[in-house]
């Protein structure tokens, strides 16, 4: 609860300094679903640079995930907009609210598609296993809140909501990339006495993934839950 309150007031804070852009963009004629697709291109777009990196980097290089970072920051920047371009030029719709759904998810999938094939074409398994797994979680997040509604039920709870999931995949991804700027991508960790490194560059990426997998299948979890006891609670 306190969770969601924290989230709401942070939420109001941003709208209030984006509204200027959103009133811009309502201006020159940006309509919700434009402003929806142009987030999912721009998602097809870090999948496009963590598989180039894949296919033309090599394990050290971690360029590319610092750009892929970065834009998917830019491409959250559009999750937002979406929602207030609707409020703020009277285009809300209920098909508008599914178009956004629907093509959230498919921005997600495609994200993790090219974070997937990323870690996988250079060799890190269990890191690549991590964001498949978090991405069953995400996916089930977003599916037990719909299914949750179709009941009648709001169920919104969680602490990896979608927000929290993009602004932590990019934070971490661009971390990764200006860190392996200044340490080199290689870099290794060893504590004394221990013939395996604790820690490489690419941790400050792989490790909030195989964070992000165990805190989306718990607020899955737990929204299930919650939506046991409301139907318990209405004698379902």
């Not at 491409?75 to 907009?81: R, S, T, Y």
């Not at 929290?164 to 990019?170: D, F, H, Q, S």
């Amino acid at each position: 609860m306190a969770n969601d309150l924290v989230r709401d007031k942070l939420q109001k804070t941003i709208y209030t300094v984006i509204n200027p852009l959103v009133k811009g963009m309502i201006k020159i004629g940006f309509t919700p679903n434009l402003v929806t697709v142009t987030g999912l291109i721009l998602n097809i777009g870090v999948a496009i640079i963590f598989i180039k990196g894949a296919e033309q980097g090599n394990r050290g290089d971690l360029s590319y995930v610092g750009w892929a970072g970065a834009l998917i920051l830019f491409a959250g920047l559009f999750d937002m907009l979406d929602g207030q371009v609707a409020r703020l030029g009277n285009m809300s719709s209920t098909f508008g609210a599914l178009f956004d759904s629907v093509l959230d998810r498919y921005s997600e999938l495609v994200m993790f598609l090219g974070i997937c094939y990323y870690l996988v074409a250079h060799h890190y398994f269990f890191s690549s296993l991590a964001a498949f797994i978090a991405l069953i979680g995400s996916m089930m997040i977003s599916y037990t809140r719909a299914r949750s509604e179709g009941l009648g039920i709001q169920n919104k709870g969680g602490l990896m909501q979608r927000p929290e999931r993009v602004i932590l995949i990019a934070v971490s991804a661009l971390a990764c990339g200006i860190t392996g700027h200044f340490i080199g991508g290689n870099y290794k960790y060893y504590m004394p006495g221990i013939s395996f490194h604790v820690f490489e560059t690419m941790t400050i990426f792989t490790l909030p993934i195989s964070v992000m997998a165990v805190l989306t299948n718990i607020t899955a979890i737990k929204r299930l839950l919650d939506a046991k006891k409301a139907l318990e609670a209405k004698g379902l």
